[in-house]
């Protein structure tokens, strides 16, 4: 079994920036893929980025391409998502998700056994 917590939600500005952190329990993070999904008040989850087991690959839907940045520290079982330039339009619920398949990133629902309970992101025009 694993539990992952994320943190770092919030209310900001439009233009400004969030960190999101998701810290897993289990002694096998390092060959967990990670990924980021999000969602909408009325909208299904959807995909936002992706990080495979050994953070060599990273995937993300072309929405927040140069704006967000998926990253690793698997001394401290924690995966972070960077929010720049934040828009309205990225308000949502933010998930972190855990692959123990030791898979490379995917955009798929289903390819994640483990989910975190997600932290709400608001961002003001």
């Known amino acids: 079994q694993v539990h992952l917590v994320e943190s770092g939600g919030g209310l900001v500005q439009a233009g400004g920036s969030l960190r999101l952190s998701c810290t897993a329990s289990g002694r096998t993070f390092s060959s967990y893929a990670m990924g980021w999904f999000r969602q909408a008040p009325g909208k299904e989850r959807e995909f936002v980025i992706a990080?495979?087991?050994?953070?060599?690959?990273?995937k993300y839907v072309d929405s927040v391409k140069g704006r967000f940045t998926i990253s690793r520290d698997n001394a401290k079982n924690t995966v972070y998502l960077q929010m720049n330039s934040l828009k309205p339009e990225d308000t949502a619920v933010y998930y972190c998700?855990?692959?123990?398949?030791?898979?490379?990133?995917?955009?798929?629902?289903?390819?994640?056994?483990?989910w975190g309970q997600g932290t709400q992101v608001t961002v003001s025009s």
């Open positions: 990080m495979s087991w050994s953070g060599s690959n990273t």
């Open positions: 998700a855990a692959d123990v398949d030791g898979g490379f990133g995917s955009s798929r629902r289903y390819e994640y056994e483990y």
